[in-house]
Structures are given as structure tokens and as C-alpha cells.
């Protein structure tokens, strides 16, 4: 006989849940909505969808304020945990998000923003991300990433192009088997623990002493292979570049920040508290991974012909920047990620959504692809403004000071010379001159060039309206000020990491 | 007294300031009689400052303002008129007194008279500077500051290659001697905390002899670039690329001597290590015969007289080095009037014979320049020593120093070298004024130079023949200063002997170029005769072959040199290096984007590949964490 | 023989070895979404004996967690499939790399 | 106002710049001489009520930028920066007023305006974030500069000048970061304040790998061999006025920053590479000296000249004492007055032909007499002949080292026979001879725009030749102030004595001064008897 379940609600603290509801509950409304009069403008739905997005921000401040009264809380028997990480994450997903609708709004239809399933899917999209972080049971963190990823691949796919079906269908495989390594690296720890909580996991493996290394560290692998397809860590990087070529400019710019915070995140809880308990084959191989995937990534960059190809590589090398966050394990380290993370979503958001207004319905007859450098050449004669802020963009990802990435960027290499890697300081350093030549790039064709095609300079503008412009504003204002914000970023950041113990 | 000291240093520069402002505009005589003028302000305030240092003794000191001071140094603009100095500024004024004047003759036709007057005079204001100042500092000033117008003015005729280069050679090889001199500068500077004359040569006497020993060389490395000695003379010869006047100025009677001036200057410095100035002297007897002998073959009428300087400038650092600083101050000025007066000379006749240089090519010009030809021919008499004109007085007194002093090889050497000096003197006068009129077969019709430049050259020539009787005036004048070293020769036997041997060796060496070179047989030479085959005349002609070797060894190793270092290391090594780094980045980009083939096979088995590869690390470290000690250590050793 | 836990696991990890073998070979995509399903539901093996070794209900979970994400992989999969063959009439792996560099 | 003189320094121009975008194309130049000159009399303003008396920063400001990571925005001056302050403004002043049909003229005009900006900021920030800030930020104006304006090989060589510089400062931004970890170490607070930092004294082995770290970042940038390649190609494909801003003030951010972090952070580890940098030096000194008179190009010619003087102060900074210091400031100054003024020359005759080889040319003395005698002073005061601006820098930097090593000073002296070799057959080459090209022969003479620039430049050059004093009594005070400090600060006992003691220092010149004036005043008293 079962026992009667006996659980109080307040115990179940269904508070935790507020923020992931929001949004499930918003998708269901566009779906309704779309089942009862179909064909609504897809303003309706963008608006919608930053209303369901502003109110999760809303209830995200909410927790927020309890967090920092109370502490880490946990919730619905134990799976959901709000900490400080779960909480700023959320706090970049939804933010983000927030930046990303309105892109909707673009001056050219597209076939996806028609479908009100579009606003659907990235509504549980968000949802899924959220679960994902706010949890540290593997099974969770597995839905929400299932549920996150399949909504993404079919929003990719969702732009009806034929790169975007390879794009979709490569990420799909790839994710497919990714899922594989995370299941199979989940039933390592469950079998050498019995639980598929990381804390727990963590308690019972420091609690025999690591006896087992050898299976840990095989289902280390499997989940470091998973996390890295997440996070594109060199070699499991492959799909990054054709994915964002072949989704729209908008959610290729999403994709690199929303994504991998999540993945952060997770790796974050899954790593740390390996790494602090001297597993060094794991340091070692972050290590590697870190310097892989930065150097790496920088040099084939550098080789790229489109710009939005080059911005692919380019996110990798900065996910590869922040894994050393991970890596280095200390409370500014991981606060330096966030911090860095942020900075980077309005720069990188910004930069993709310059090529977003720049993107043309139909490829002209002199062009490779949709965003090749040739397409720039000259750009500041034809539309000064867009040209400067790209550039913008451009010198704020090369980490030129004042400009948003470079904040971020100090604060990370301070945090690996604090925590004793100098090696990796100086890595991280000169990674980021290689990296200043590809954006250096950009800058060169939109500067120095002239244009390869004369044009009137409406190309670059092509898909802009008000709300575009306005992201872009909002974007460019984020890099340009930064400064001004660093300051109570960095201390709120700080509180957050450090009372969820990190 | 000051405002005739700064009469008698600025109003050169006024004058070249003034002569500076028609520089671009259209040849006016103005830009040349007011320069004069000024300069003859200059010398007036001179002989006034001369008449109270010799009245009185008193020396004028004065600080115009600070020119540097930084930590513990301090550079005034100071100047100081004392007995040394007097006699240069009268010197240095009086010469280019009558060489401006000269000059509004000389270079009535030329385009550039403004700018002409302009150098000149400005040439005059470093001169002053040089020989005024207080410090060593200031003396750097003046002593850059005629070399940068001696560049100027060598390369006057700036469209003739050889006249800029020659300046470009004049004034590189005066650097490599300034920087000897600047280093000089610092030892003094850092042995003695000041650059003031004053006090750092009293604090030398309790310092080291090894660093006054270095003091020493490297400031007269400084004067052996300033005076032309070898190996730093080439430039001198060259220089005479400029127009006449110059050569008389400047590298004859002033500029030259400074390195003889700095000596001097530096005497309490010189007389606490005389084994630098055995060195000096002996290096200025060899530079004596060295120089004479260049110029019993030359044929350029300038550069024969270029020579005669340059040998006597050796004659003064005989003197000076043997500690007879007086003595060669006082060779100095009488040198400077006759040499002047001789470059003159030669300016009048190369105007006569339109720039012809080679006296071989003229002969019997006494006909028609009577004034020059008398001028020339005592100046030569002045310059072979012969009493009682002024050079018997000051060369006798060099010799007699070198055989007082026992150096015995020094002494013969110069001895020999006045027999050559008169040679080659009087080789030249008879060439130029005697023996056939041999011009004529050039059509060239000669003629006497204006009336005003002869008489401008008066006071040269009394000077040059008058200047010795000043001897014991000054030498009562400048022993304030300098050591009061007089040399006698103990016996007056033997004094007589030498004096009058000395004289009718001279003479038989007149005598014996006059016979030689006033014959009728006398040819312009045209490469085939035997002695100009023969190998010490080829030798002598060469120059020793010094100049072919600086060119082929020094400058063209130098130019191919920095062609080397430009094309094969800064541009093959150095930034190839840098490009290569760069490139190595690109092209293991383009080389390994490969990787990236689109195929979703590749994809795939890159990631299983990675899983594979990691958990084959894994497996091997699980085997190695039972070794895990060894490996540790290692892993550290990585910086992990 | 008792059949215990670990002979699960080597059937798992076997099964397992098969699925990434497939999936680094196949060239037609369907037979590649089949390797991956391979894949998960060797480890759902796992899981079931897993959780039955421990007593514990939480991989029988997970089992069907997985089960239902593989369902739902399969319905997007397919989906993109479907479109893919619409348009290029082939689902060859190889005619898929456009996108390169 | 004179509190915030410094940020309004920094920040006029660039609130200017942003504004200028809405001037009209035809006004643009009167706007921005006219914002040019404000600035400069700010600067002249700066000069006025500074007080030379005080060795240490003036006019400081403080506002906290990120303070959880100490960082904050200070800026102040002192004898050292003040001077490169006022060139900058004054080198924008005259860059601006003299520039030539340029295309583009709006866009150039805001970059420099934006360029200056970053120039002053990085001479008056006090904080090492804020002055990394303005260090890189210089880049991007420059680069703009070169690529947008410049020669055939314009990209190329923008692209090389950001890289390579960009590449070396983020070193030295890892060793600031260092730096401010020892800080924080220390005291438990993080500070990037440079005023700070003086008061941390580091262990040697720490000062080594530090200074090292700054060197990569201020090596590149003065640039020092073997790191120099990238300045040939930037100035051989700058614009006019790029050049001569680079050449001007750029250039000193590196010499400058030497002596605002090396020096005083890293005394023992400045001694201990006293040596090997005074090596590389002279190499630079004779090296590049050689390969300028291999140049057919005079642009180049002037390029490399510059890298050669740039390693005379190089070796005055490390004389390590007040005279050499003081004496690489001064040279610093005159450097930027000397060299900016010879690529405005260049510019000059490049704008009339539209080449820069030297075998173009020839006889240009008659042609065009008031063009050959500016570059004629300006050729004597890059050799450095007494009397012109750049002769008290060499000198005195020359000076100072002398104390430190005789040998090595008299190779370093060889610059001032290197200097004249390439500095007159270059001269020789474009002046001297007859006119062969018939292009020259009617080459119009320097026009009123261009002497707007030459002869302040000449004036300056002669007058502070003459009188440096005005310069060199600021200097001084700030310099004394940065070598006590070193002195108390090191560690080593080679330290000690290599840095001088300038208070034991001071007394034993006093007392020997006095002695010497007592000493001659004997001896002539005993020449009258």
C-alpha cells in the first residue's frame, strides 16, 4: 500500500515555481488566442509575449527580494532551488528575452513571426531555460534543457530557409546526441550515488572520499560533453557556426547568450564543487578546454568571410573566456561571469541586431551570404550612424575601454590573477588581441573601404523600424555607459554569488 | 665693461639677423656693409676689453641668465673676457672684420650675397660664443655652432655636388670628435659637479689621474675633429670647396684653431697628465710633416694653403702639448694673419683666373696683380718664418720649445717640416706669380681684384709682418692666465746656432722652389712626366690614400651597411617575425578550418571523438590517481 | 548465472557503444535518429536496474523522463525530416553541408 | 573651474567632437580651430596657475567609478605630464588649423578632436584603469586616422599599428591587474590608484615579472627595438597630421608611462633592467639611425629618426637619476616639437608633388628658399645642435646616463653622428644639388596655412633651445620628487647606490661647491701675488 501523501502546501513553496509558470502560462494564452481568431498581426503576439516577459521579470525581482532575505529558498520537494546563481540567470534569460521580441518587429515579413506558434515555442523556450537553472536535480536540469532546445530547433527551422532546415537538423542531431552523453553521465552518478541531486551527489562523494574516481570521472566526461555542446567548448563547438548562420540574425544573437548562460549556470553547480574537491584531471581538462576553445575559436574567426560566421566564432571564444570563470572556482570568478555575461548581452545582442536590420529578404546576385564583409565595405559613407555603431559593438566585444565587454573583461582576468593562474591570465589576455583583429575587421571594411557594390545605403537599414532601432539604442546606450552601471552590477552580482555559497 | 662685452658678442649676430632677413629677397649691399659694420662694433668693443684686461689685468666675468639647471646641474650663459679670451676675440674679430669687408668684393656677383653675410656672420657669433664662454657647456655652443655654419657655408654653392658633400663630410667628421668632446663634458661634469671652467679645474688637481687621463683624451678628441688632426683632417682639404673668403675665416685663422683653444683652455687640466700631451704634441709634429708633405705636390692653390693651415695647426698642438699653452696661442694669432691674409690672396686670383684653381695653369700674374703678389709673397715669407716677420717669431718659439723640452725627434720633425713649409710655400708663389704667362693658353684674361679689397687686407699685412713684436706685451698679458713657462735655450751658442741655421735652411728652401718652379720649362703637367709616376707622388697626390680609404671602407661599408639592416633585418627579420606571428595565427586558421567541412558525419564524430579522447584521459588518470604523487608534482609544475 | 546489476550496465554501455557507432556512420538521417534513440534507451536499461538496485524510485523516473523527451525528440525530428525530404527529396547527410568553414 | 580644469581638458574636446557632427561641412574647420584653441588657452590656462614650486599632483579630481573593484576616476598633473598636456592641445591646435584640402573633412576633424580627448586623458589619469582606458581608446581615433585618410598600403598598416599596440598594453593591463591584487594583498582593498601604488614595495622577484609585464605594453607603444616595425608602415601610410600627432604626443604615452609606473613601482626591477634596456637603447639609437639613411623615402627617413631619438630618452629615463629623467622629459617635448614639425615639412612638399622619394627631388633650396630654411632648423635641431630645443634633451638625457655607464654612453653618444649622417644626405638629396625634374621648378614656396604651423614650431624650437628653463624648473621638482621615492623605496643594496640619495646628494654638492669657490678664489689670489 502507498502512504497517504502528506505534504503541506507551504511546504512545497509553489513561490518557486511563479517565475517558470509565468511564461508557460503566456504561451498557452497566444495558442488560445491564435485557436479562437487565427491570422492576428504578429504585433499583437510581440506584444503580448514582452507583457508575459515583463511580469516574469516582475516576479523575478520578487524572489529576488526574498533571496536577499532569506537566502537560498528551495521548493517543491526539494527540486526547485532559488538561489543567488538561479536568480541572476533568470534575471539575464528573461532580460534578454525582453530584447529579443521586439526584433519581431521588423520592416520585412519573415515567415516565422506569422506563426503565432513562433511567440509560442519561445515562451516555453524561456520557461525551459528557467527550469534549467533553477535546479540542481538532473532530471529537471534535463527537461528544462529538452524542453529549451527542442522549442529552439524548431524556431531555427521556423525561418524557412533552406540553411535554416540544415541548421535545425544539424543542431537537432547534434542535440540528440548530446542528450545521450547527459542521460548516460546522469546514470553514472545516480549509480554511484543513488541520487540525482548535485549537492547530494557531492555530499556522498566527498563523504567515501572519492572512492570510485575512476567512474566519476567517466561521468564527468559524458556531462562535460553535453555541457560543452551546450556551451560549443572546442571540439563539441561544430554546430555553432552553421546554426547561427542558418538561423535568422536576431535568434543567432539570442542563441549565443541565453543558451549558454543557462549551461553556465548548470556547469557552474555540476563542476564547482569537483573542482574544489581536488579533482584535478577535471582542472586540467577544463583547462585545456578553456584555452581550446578560446584560442581556437579566435583563429578560425579570423579566417571567416561573413560577418555573422565570424560573430558565431566569436561567442564561442568569449563562452570559452567566461568557462574559465568555472574553471578558476573562486566567488569573483564566478561573479565576474555573471558580470561579464550581462555586459556581453547587450554588446553581442546589439552587434547580431545590427545585422538583423542590415538583413535583406532576398540574397543579391554579388553577394556569398547574407551578411559577407564586402557588404560593409564603405558603410560609413553610405549610413554614418549604423556604421559607428557597429563599430560600437565591434570595439566593445574587442574589449576597448570604456565600452561594456571591457568592464567584464578585467574583472574576469583580475579574478584568474587572484586566483593564482597567471598562465591563463595572460592567455585570456592575448586571446584577446587575436580576437581584436576579426572585429578590427568589421571596422576596417565599414570604415576604410570603399563599397564593393554602390549602394544608397539603405541596405544596411533595410529591416529597420522604431522598435529595432530602439533595441539597438537600448543596446548601444548598455555598451557605451556601461560604467556607470559596473559599479552596482558588480556589487549586486557579488551578494548574489556569494550567499549562494559559490 | 659688460656692455662692451655684449657689444662685442651680439652685434655679430645682429648683423647676420639682419643680413638673415634679405636672405630670400634680391642681392643687396646693404646685407653686406651693415654685417661688416656690426663686426667692426664687434672689434672695437674688443680692443677696448683688450686695452682694460692688459691695463688693469682685471677680467670680466658675467651671467647672462640660466640656460639649464636641472638636479645638481647648472648651465649659465656666462661669458668671460680674460686674457685668453682677449686675444681670440681680437683675433676671431679682426680677421673677419676685413674677411667681410673683403667679402662685399669678393662676392659682389654672386646670388647669394645676403645669405652669404647672413653665414658669416653668424659664424662670427658662434666664434664668439666659443671662445667667451665660461663653461664647457657654452663652449659646446659656440663650437656646434660653427661647425653648423662652417656646413653652411662650405656648401654655399649648394648646386655643386662636391661643395655639399664636402659640407656634409666637414660636418660629420666634426661630430664624431664632438661627441668625444661631449664625453668629456660629462666626466667633468660627473668628477666635478660643475661645467664652470673655474671650479672644475680646481677641484681636478684631487681627482684621479686615470679619470683626468680620460677627461683629457676625450676632450681633445673633441679638438682634433674642430683642428682637422688625423685621422679626423680630411674634411679640411674638402672644405675648401667653399667660397675664399670662408676658407680664410673660417678654416684658416678661427675655426679651426678652436681645438687649439680648448687646449689652451683646458691647461690645468692638461698640465696634471702629461703623458696626453706628449701624446698631443707628438700627434701635432707628425700632422705637421704629415700636411707639409700632402702639399709639396698638390696642384689646387686652396688646398695647398689647406694643408699649410693643417700643418701648422700641428705646430700649435706641439706647443700646447708640451705644455707651452702661450706659446701656441700666440702661433695661433700670428698664423691667423698671415694664413688669412694668404687665402685672400688666393680668393683675388682665383677671381682672376675665373675659379681656376691649379697654379700650373697660371704663371707670371705678378704683371697684373701687383698688390696680390706682393700680399701673397710676404705672406708666404711670414709663413716660412723668416725674420723678422711675424712667423719667425712665433714658429722659432714652438721649436725652441720642442728642443728645450728635450724632445729631441719632435723638435727635428717640425725643423724639417719648416724647410717643407717654405717649399711648398714659395712653390706655389712662384707658380702663381712668376715664370711664364701660361693662363694664356686658356684665354683667360687676369685682372687685379677691386681696390677696397686690398685695402681691406692691409691690416692683415701689417699684422703679418709687425705681429711679432708684440711677443713680450703679450706675453705678459696671457702669463696671468696660462703657466709663464719661458724657454730659453740654455746656451746662447747654441741659440744662435739653431736661429740661424733654422733661417738658411728656410731660406735654401725658398731659393731652391724658386729655382725649380720659375723655369721656363715648367709644363701644366699632363700625367706623363716621371715624377708623377713615380710611386711617393702618386702617394702625396692620393693624400695617402686616406680619403679612397675612408670612402671604400668607412662610408660605403657604412651605406651597405644600412642597406643591409633595412632590407634583410628590419624588414626580413624583425618584421617578418611580427608579420610571421600574425600569419602563423591566419594560417593555422585556414588550415584547420577544414575541420569545419558542413558535413553532419564530421560533426558528430568530432563530438563522440572528444567524448572518446576525454574519457581515455579519464580512464588513464584513474589509473594514475593510484600513482598520483609523481603526477601531482608534475601537474603543478604546468602552473595548474 | 544471476543476472545482476552490472551486467545491465555492460549491456548499457554496449548498447551505448552501438548508438555512437551509428550515429558516427549512418549517412541516412532517419537511421541516425534511430542510433540516437539507441542511445537513450540503453541508459533508460540503466536506469531501471540502477534504481532497482537501490530501492530508490528516482531512475525509474528519469527513465521515463527520458522516454518522453524521446518521444517528443522524435515528433520534432521527424517534423524537420519530413520538410527536409520535401524539399531536397533526399535525406542523405551528405547533401547537407551548404554551410561550411 | 580650476578644480575640474583637468576634466574639463579631457572632456571639451569631446563633448566638441560630438557636437561638431551637426556643424555644417563648410564651417567644420573654423569649428574646430576654434575648439582647438580654446583648449589650448585651457591648457596655456593650466600652465599659468600651476604652481612649479609643488613637487606633487595638481589640480587632482576624484569620483568613484567602480568602487567595488577600486577604480576610480583621478586625474592630476604634475611637472611631468603637464607639458606633453599642452603640446597635445597645442599639436591639435596647429594640426588643425594647417590641414589641407582633406576629403571627408568633417570626419577628420571629429577625430581629432576625439583623438585629443584620449591624449590628454591618458597624461592626466592618475588611476592605471582610467589611464589604460585612455591608452587604448587613443588607438581606435588613430587608427581611423591612418586607415580612412592614408596611403596605398593604408590597412595594412592601421591594422598593424592597433594590433600590435593593443596586443602589448593588454599584457601590461594583466600586470595591473597583478599590481592591484598586491594591493589588495597588502591592505585589503582594492585600488588602482597610482598614488596607491607608489606606497606598496613590492619584493624584487614580483617588481621583475611586473616591470617586465609594463614593458611589453610601453615598449610597443615608443616603440622600442625590436618592437618598432609597426611605426614605419603607420607613418609612411598616415596622413599628414596623423603623422605628426602620432609622432608628437602618441609616441610619449610609452616614454611617459615609464616613468609613471616603472620607475617609481618597480625601483630594484628598474635597475636590474637598467642594462638590457639601455642595450636595446642604443640599438635602437645606431640601429635604426642606419636603417634611415637606407631610406628612400623621406618620410621614412623622418619615421625612423624618430625611433632612433625616441631611444635617447629611453636611456635618460633609465639614467635613474634627475638629470637624465628631467633631461628625457625636456627631450620628450622637444621630440614632439622637432619630429612634428619635419612631418609637417614632409607633408608639405608631399602635398605639392604626391610623392615622398627623395630621388624626386633635388635643388629645392632654390626653388623653394623659406621651405629649405625651416627644414634646414628643424634638420639642426633633430641633430641637435646647441641652441635648438632638441640639444637640451639629448644632452642632459645623455648626462644622466653617463653616471650609470661610461661605454654605453659613449655608443649612445654615436646618435648624435648616425643622427647627422642620415639626417644631411637626406637633406642633401631634396635641397641640395640643381633642379633635374622639371615638376620642381615651380614648386610654389610654403604657403600662409602651412607657416601657421611652421613657425610657432620654429619659434618653440629655437626659444625653448635658448631658454629651457621654463620647462625644465617644473620637471625638476616632479622628477626629484619620483627619484626619492625610488631611492627610499628600493630594496637592493645596487638599488640604493645606482638611485641616487638626493638629500645626502644635496648637502655634498653644497658643501664641495663651496669648497671649489674657496679653492679658486685662493688660486687667484695667489696668480695676482
Known sequence: MLSPVNVSIESLNLMTLVPMLIPIVGALLIIVIDLFKSGQDKSLYVMLSLLVLGVDFVALMESAGIFKQNGTVMGVFDVMLIDGLAILSQFIIVGASLLFIPLALTHKRFHEFSYPEFFALFLFMIAGFQFMVATDNLILIFVGLETASLALYTLIAMHNRDKSFEAAVKYFTMGALAAGFYSFGSMVFYALTGSVEINQIATILSANNYADIGFVLVGVVFLLASLGFKLSMVPFHTWTPDVYEGSSAALAGYMSIVPKIAGFVVAMRLFEFLIHSGVVWLEVILYMGVVMTMTMANIWALVQTDVKRMLAYSSISHAGFVMAAILIGTTQSNSALFLYWILFSFTNLGSFSMLWISRQKNLPAHQQSDHSYDKFAGMVKTSPMAASIMGLFMLSLAGIPPFALFWGKIYMISSAVTGGYTVLALIMALNSAIAGYYYLKLIVYMFMKDPVVQNNGHVYVANATLPLKTIIGVAAMGTIFAFLAVNQLLELVTVFVYNSGY | MELFLYTALFSPLVGSLFAALFGASKKTKMAGIIPSALLGLSLISSFVLLVSVLSSGETVHVEMMTWMATGDLYIPFGFVVDQVSVTMMMVVTLVSTVVHVYAIGYMDHDKGFNRFFSYLSAFVFSMMVLVMSDNFAGLFIGWEGVGLCSWLLIGFWYHKESATWAANEAFIMNRIADLGMLIGIFLVYWNTGTLQYEQAFAIMPSLEIDVLTWMGIFLFIGAMGKSAQFPLHTWLADAMEGPTPVSALIHAATMVTAGVYLVVRANPLYDLIPSVGLFIASLGAFVALFAASMALVNRDMKRVIAYSTLSQLGYMFAAAGLGAYWVALFHLMAHAFFKALLFLGAGNVMHAMHDELDPFKMGGLNKVMKGTFVMMTIASVALAGIFPLAGFFSKDLILEVAFVENHYIIYSVLLFTAGLTAFYSFRLVALIFHGEERYKLFGIHPHEAYKFMLVAMSPLLLLAIIAGSFKMTYFEMVTKLLPATEYHVHSSLTYWIMTIGTQLFVAFAIVYAYKKYTSRDIKVPDGTSKLENCFCYKLLINQYYIPRFYEDYIVKSYRELSEIFWTKIDQKIVDATVDGIANIFYQTGERTRVMQSGNLSTMLKWMVAGTVTLLSLAVAFGLAARYSGEIKIFLSGLGV | ?101 | MLDHILSILIFFPALAAVLGFAVNKNSIRSYGVAVATIEFVLALWLWFAFDSSVSGMQFMEHIPLVKAFGINYIVGVDGISLFIIILAAFFTMIGIASLGETKDIKNMIVTLLFLQMTMVGVFAALDAIVFYLFWELSLVPMLYIIGAWGGPLRIYASVKFFLYTFTGSLVMLVGMLFMAYFYYQATGEWSFAILDWYRLILPETFQKWLFVAFFFGFAIKVPMFPFHTWLPYAHGQAPTIGSVILAAILLKMGTYAFIRFSLPLFPDASVYFMYPIAVLAIIMIIYTAMVAYAQKDIKQVVAYSSVSHMGVIILGIFALNVEGITGSIFLMIAHGVVSGALFFLVGVIYDRRHTKYMSEFGGLASVMPRYATIFGIMLMASVGLPLTINFVGEFLSLLGFYKQSHTLTLLAGMAIIVGAIYMLSAYKKMFFGVVTKDENRNLPDVNKRELVALIPLTIITIWLGIYPKVLLEPINTSVEAVVGLMHEKSLTQEAKSRIPNLTKDAEVITNSAENTVENSTENSAEEAH
Not at chain 3, 14 to 27: S, T
Open chain 3, 1 to 101: 548465472m544471476e543476472i545482476g546489476l552490472n551486467h545491465y550496465l555492460v549491456l548499457t554501455t554496449i548498447l551505448f557503444a552501438i548508438g555512437l557507432v551509428g550515429v558516427m556512420r549512418r549517412k541516412n538521417l532517419l537511421m541516425l535518429f534511430f542510433a540516437t534513440e539507441i542511445l537513450l534507451n540503453a541508459v533508460n536499461i540503466s536506469f531501471a536496474a540502477i534504481s532497482h538496485y537501490y530501492g530508490d524510485l528516482t531512475g525509474q523516473m528519469f527513465a521515463f523522463f527520458v522516454i518522453a523527451i524521446a518521444a517528443s525528440e522524435v515528433a520534432v525530428g521527424l517534423g524537420l525530416l519530413i520538410v527536409w525530404h520535401k524539399k531536397h527529396n533526399n535525406i542523405d547527410l551528405d547533401n547537407m553541408s551548404t554551410m561550411r568553414g
